[in-house]
């Protein structure tokens, strides 16, 4: 049975998912600026808007899934709000990193990104999902045609350098990674049918 | 005839959840995972929204005694402020997590406490709780401390000379290295019960010294800080200080030194040998594989504004003291 989402209720909806998604990063932010996040503050919002940028983008991935699964047709509408805050949350990860970690030393932040291979892995997932915030906004995606969808296949490379980025990043703690390992290839396996026709396309 | 009629809402037998379970049930949907939001939820900026399965009643806090010691000189740079020092803590026993011994160790039992020093001596002995304190001269050493993660301190520290203890004991010709080992009681430490809570790593930790440097008079067996016994989540009742190396080398609540003559396996090199040597001498010239070690984040007072970048000195400052021990030693291999 198809669930139908009333199209009344969809704004509403889309608030309760701005606010879901804003609430923690305020929160997070004025509590680390009121000296309430426990010794290490810069730590904490590193490693919380790595961890919420990840979980949204496993989020997005789920979406269509999902709605294909309970027949909820409107969730697609909420696809695109996920994936930007996904990319927030990616951006604010690196500017912590930038202005907290490094504090602004320009020298040390190239020298890292480069020099530091799960550094590079995250810089480029970071990079590769700039590209699909950019072209997210409709304008753009209408000019762009077919070629916006393969773009925005890259979305599955970028969940993978992320899950990737966070196993490598541990000191030994590998367990909470290998669970987002898991759950990426869960929503791979949801896609296999679309990954094989990849695959059958490329000349042998 | 006696029939037995059973109400709907009677319990059976089978109904009644084990006490265990019952006893461990915030841990157990603690260790579920909620799809690895684990890290989202025990930080307390979203503790507000997912409050629903924390633990809000913390549970007695540990009791420090104040101790009697010779106060050390002023120091210099801004000491951390003991909050931090307290509640800061790489002591994966406790949870991997830098924020959960101070909340897992309250109930932590130091007494009764043995520490047993064994092995190439002619004067084996084992100090109870009681000679911890009361065996050597107490007094207080103000020293940075470098964490391999490149975050710092300023601690007040209080203990004595690893030196007074080695001497007390008498090493033998063959003694060349010390092992120290911590205590194994997963009873009392959920991070060796429970892998993920305990970072994966293996346990018991171990560490070691060579005896020349055990011997140096900057390493001391600490017993307290700021003025009061060691709080468990900074390795109550007695752990090591080696301020010249990085903070993993300074192993906590400690119940074996062994004398040796052999180098002793250490547990963070046991991990992964190509990032943690077993010298573990603070370097700014040799990077972890993963992050730089040329400068580090000093934790004083305030706000994400105010930490401050600072460059890393050659063994932490204490090179006058110590580079002696390396000479010709190539450290850039034997990091």
Not at chain 1, 39 to 48: L, R, S
Not at chain 2, 316 to 326: F, T
Request: aromatic share 12%.
């Amino acid at each position: 049975m198809a669930i139908a989402v009333s199209q009344k209720a969809i704004p509403y909806l889309k608030a309760l998912v701005h606010i879901t998604a804003l609430y923690p990063l305020v929160n997070l932010y004025y509590q680390a600026i009121s000296d309430r996040l426990g010794a290490d503050p810069v730590e904490v919002v590193i490693h919380f808007t790595g961890i919420g940028a990840l979980n949204l983008l496993l989020i997005s991935l789920l979406i269509s899934p999902a709605a294909k699964f309970f027949k909820i047709g409107a969730l697609i509408q909420f696809r695109r709000m996920i994936g930007l805050y996904a990319f927030v949350y990616a951006l604010c990860h690196i500017l912590n990193f930038l202005s907290f970690e490094v504090q602004f030393d320009l020298q040390l932040f190239i020298d890292e990104v480069f020099e530091r291979p799960y550094i590079t892995v995250g810089m480029t997932a970071f990079l590769l999902l700039t590209a699909l915030a950019v072209t997210s906004i409709a304008k753009i995606r209408r000019k762009m045609k077919k070629n916006w969808q393969t773009l925005h296949n890259f979305t599955y490379l970028i969940a993978l350098l992320g899950v990737v980025h966070f196993y490598w990043s541990v000191k030994s703690e590998i367990i909470e990674p290998l669970i987002y390992v898991g759950l990426y290839a869960i929503l791979m396996g949801f896609r296999h049918q679309k990954v094989q026709g990849w695959r059958k396309k490329r000349p042998q | 005839m006696l029939i037995k009629s059973t109400n709907r809402s009677d319990s059976k037998e089978s109904d009644v959840t084990d006490e265990k379970i019952y006893l461990n049930r915030r841990e157990i949907v603690r260790n579920m995972g909620f799809l690895g939001a684990g890290t989202l939820l025990s930080t307390s900026a979203a503790a507000s929204v997912f409050d629903l399965f924390g633990d809000d009643t913390p549970p007695a806090l540990f009791k420090q005694t104040n101790l009697e010691f010779t106060p050390d000189k002023p120091f210099a740079e801004e000491l951390t402020p003991e909050e931090k020092t307290i509640t800061h803590n790489n002591f994966y026993e406790f949870g991997a997590q830098k924020h959960q011994p101070a909340e897992l160790a309250q109930g932590f039992k130091v007494d009764p406490w043995q520490l047993k020093i064994s092995g190439e001596v002619e004067k084996p002995f084992t100090l109870d709780y009681d000679d911890l304190y009361s065996s050597f001269d107490l007094e207080e050493r103000i020293y940075r401390l470098r964490c391999v993660e490149a975050w710092s301190m300023v601690v007040p520290w209080i203990g004595f000379s690893l030196a007074d203890l080695v001497k007390k004991a008498k090493p033998t010709s063959k003694a060349k290295y010390l092992a120290f080992e911590t205590l194994y009681d997963p009873k009392q430490m959920p991070g060796q019960r429970n892998r993920r809570l305990g970072g994966g790593i293996d346990y018991p930790y171990l560490e070691g010294l060579r005896m020349d440097e055990a011997m140096n008079p900057l390493a001391i067996m600490s017993v307290g800080l700021y003025g009061k016994t060691l709080p468990p989540q900074n390795g109550a009742p007695i752990r090591l200080v080696v301020p010249w190396k990085y903070g993993f080398k300074s192993i906590k609540s400690v119940v074996g030194i062994k004398f040796v003559e052999k180098q002793p396996p250490t547990t963070w090199n046991i991990l992964a040998a190509n990032e943690y040597g077993f010298y573990a001498n603070v370097n700014p010239d040799v990077d972890h594989p993963r992050w730089s070690q040329a400068s580090e984040r000093r934790i004083t007072t305030g706000g994400i504004f105010a930490q401050n970048r600072i460059a890393t000195l050659p063994f932490n400052g204490y090179g006058d003291q110590v580079a002696g021990l390396y000479k010709g030693m190539n450290l850039r291999k034997l990091y």
